[in-house]
């Protein structure tokens, strides 16, 4: 059985810096068409020559492969109008991080007031830039996202022109949310897909499936499937692929983040095949995002067949999720253009 | 400023074999003067010859301490009076694991009917051997422990003369079950009065404090503290020190277990002082737990120093609990005897 994905996007990667990127990138470029590229390097993205700068760097990293990285910029509540006029034609979106809530965004928000954030949202409405949203209080691991839901129908109501991600949605109380309001939207993870607390720490602990928002309950997952095996119009696919080093996910201190880029389109065929929804997979990784964010990503069809296939235990020093096990499909690079 | 407590007692804890018997073993019998040893090895202490043998190999490894291993037999429903009553001078107490539901509990219970049970359970009834009893059902992560309370219902309501200690309790829902029956008794460890969720996965993930049962929420953390600094006649210190090899801790399937032995004491100390209860902290470690079991440990006293100490950063192979951070307390082994 062959399956072929037109123009795949993954709407939410880290490609880091430096070597990590030229060992991931690629991964994602012959999976993908096109991805929203996360800002939170260190220091973040924060102007106009980092954006253009970082995105030669991937391009170099992924020459001679069809790839468009859609960049962002690090959310300021310093940025201004004619700032964001300049550089609206380099990016696809700007990200929000809470300050401190996961790799590096200490120089994230920490005032959510609505007068704080006005200019700077306003002037995005105006511009037509979506804003993507880490959406996590620094409460208890497993309430933060459903604690921050009232903030995102905050910023849904008083600003209803701006198109607002809820980026990485992990519980049922996200999606309810997502539902109500005609602004929001959402990417949703594979690995939130496949896995609760219980596969992170409900038998031995294992640190390469810990990641930030953590894997919930069992019934959040099954609001999660619910709305991506329909391909709901306003989800789409966005890995949260981060990428760390064995030494900093095998250590007393495990980094957070689940290393999905190599095989996320595989497993979500595996996954929406197993739901008997595979005709659904097309929109959830490409045509829900081409609407919402209004953009053409490069043509390109990717081809995935039925066949077994084992992940490699290691991507360079990185270690993916499924590391040695074998999925159902595989994707086809020999044919893949 | 000292303390003194008086035959001080862990009422729950692994000692391990071999190698890691010897390093461990005479941390805990400097701090305690008694304590209740678990009997999941490989294989499972199961027999009159396997305690004995196992209490020799204990106390040769606590040589010239005043200490003495309280020891249990690995629950098995096939038990019957004869062999209870023969085993019973060698035993302070049987413990039952769910089948699978933590470390080396392959062959626990997997029939909790009270008829599978009756037999044996109806004997211990008779000859005042207390049940010690992991509860946690095979559920979501978050919920195993709440899930089981029903079981201690059931088992507290049927066997009313049967002395049932619930081990390692982690949640509000079991400490308001253990209230409510007389014949239920609670031990609580360090680590569940220290830590939530959160210290464990809330921010970098941390493998030294991965436990079965997982740390729980604020709340239920409360409910653990609110009985144990009122030294509440059912609760009683056990500290379910857990001791791996760091390569099983820091590993892709970390094992769950927190080494906390050699800093218990001195850790209470400082958490019963802050919350202003330090008078509560010997019927917490010694006299709750002489009333539930009937037992007279050996007489000694162990002092407790007012002092900055910085603990260790492993014992041989094994990381503790607050690995190089600095305690408010130690232990004055001078003047311990």
Same mark, same amino acid.
């Given at each position: 059985?062959?399956?072929?994905?037109?123009?795949?996007?993954?709407?939410?990667?880290?490609?880091?810096?430096?070597?990590?990127? =030229?060992?991931?990138?690629?991964? #994602?470029?012959? #999976?993908?068409?096109?991805?929203?590229?996360?800002?939170?390097?260190?220091?973040?993205?924060?102007?106009?020559?980092?954006?253009?700068?970082?995105?030669?760097?991937?391009?170099?990293?992924?020459?001679?492969? $069809?790839?468009?990285?859609?960049?962002?910029?690090?959310?300021?509540?310093?940025?201004?109008?004619?700032?964001?006029?300049?550089?609206?034609?380099?990016?696809?979106?700007?990200?929000?991080?809470?300050?401190? !809530?996961?790799?590096?965004?200490?120089?994230? /928000?920490?005032?959510? #007031?609505?007068?704080?954030?006005?200019?700077?949202?306003?002037?995005? #409405?105006?511009?037509?830039?979506?804003?993507?949203?880490?959406? $996590?209080?620094?409460?208890?691991?497993?309430?933060?996202?459903?604690?921050?839901?009232?903030?995102?129908?905050?910023?849904?109501?008083?600003?209803?022109?701006?198109?607002?991600?809820?980026?990485?949605?992990?519980?049922?109380?996200?999606?309810?949310?997502?539902?109500?309001?005609?602004?929001?939207?959402?990417?949703?993870?594979?690995?939130?897909?496949?896995?609760?607390?219980?596969?992170? !720490?409900?038998?031995?602990?294992?640190?390469?499936?810990?990641?930030?928002? /953590?894997?919930?309950?069992?019934?959040? =997952?099954?609001?999660?499937?619910?709305?991506?095996?329909?391909?709901?119009?306003?989800?789409?696919?966005?890995?949260?692929?981060?990428?760390?080093?064995?030494?900093?996910?095998?250590?007393?201190?495990?980094?957070?983040?689940?290393?999905?880029?190599?095989?996320?389109?595989?497993?979500?065929?595996?996954?929406?095949?197993?739901?008997?929804?595979?005709?659904?997979?097309?929109?959830?990784?490409?045509?829900?995002?081409?609407? !919402?964010?209004?953009?053409?990503?490069?043509?390109?069809?990717?081809?995935?067949?039925? $066949?077994?296939?084992?992940?490699?235990?290691?991507?360079?020093?990185?270690?993916?999720?499924?590391?040695?096990?074998?999925?159902?499909?595989?994707?086809?690079?020999?044919?893949?253009?």
């Amino acid at each position: 059985m062959r399956l072929t994905l037109h123009s795949p996007m993954d709407m939410h990667l880290h490609l880091r810096d430096g070597d990590m990127l =030229r060992t991931v990138a690629p991964l #994602s470029a012959r #999976s993908f068409s096109a991805a929203i590229v996360m800002p939170n390097l260190v220091p973040p993205i924060t102007t106009q020559q980092m954006v253009r700068s970082y995105k030669e760097r991937i391009m170099e990293a992924t020459k001679g492969l $069809e790839f468009e990285p859609l960049m962002t910029l690090f959310f300021k509540p310093e940025y201004d109008y004619d700032f964001l006029a300049k550089v609206r034609e380099d990016i696809a979106a700007i990200k929000l991080y809470p300050a401190g !809530i996961t790799t590096n965004s200490q120089d994230g /928000v920490d005032n959510f #007031s609505l007068e704080a954030l006005a200019p700077t949202l306003e002037a995005m #409405s105006e511009l037509g830039i979506p804003l993507c949203v880490h959406g $996590e209080t620094n409460g208890f691991v497993m309430d933060r996202e459903a604690e921050f839901v009232p903030i995102y129908e905050r910023l849904a109501k008083r600003f209803a022109n701006l198109k607002i991600i809820m980026e990485h949605i992990t519980t049922k109380r996200a999606v309810e949310a997502l539902l109500r309001y005609e602004n929001l939207y959402a990417t949703i993870t594979l690995h939130h897909l496949y896995i609760t607390l219980d596969d992170v !720490i409900g038998g031995l602990m294992r640190p390469h499936l810990f990641c930030k928002p /953590v894997a919930k309950r069992p019934e959040d =997952r099954m609001a999660l499937r619910k709305v991506a095996f329909m391909a709901h119009e306003k989800v789409m696919f966005g890995s949260d692929s981060a990428p760390h080093p064995r030494s900093a996910k095998e250590a007393p201190g495990c980094a957070a983040g689940v290393f999905t880029a190599p095989v996320a389109l595989p497993a979500l065929a595996q996954l929406f095949e197993a739901a008997g929804v595979l005709e659904n997979l097309q929109k959830f990784v490409s045509d829900n995002a081409q609407s !919402i964010y209004g953009i053409t990503p490069p043509a390109k069809e990717v081809h995935l067949v039925k $066949e077994l296939w084992r992940v490699p235990e290691r991507y360079g020093d990185v270690v993916p999720m499924f590391a040695g096990e074998e999925l159902a499909w595989r994707v086809d690079e020999d044919t893949t253009a």
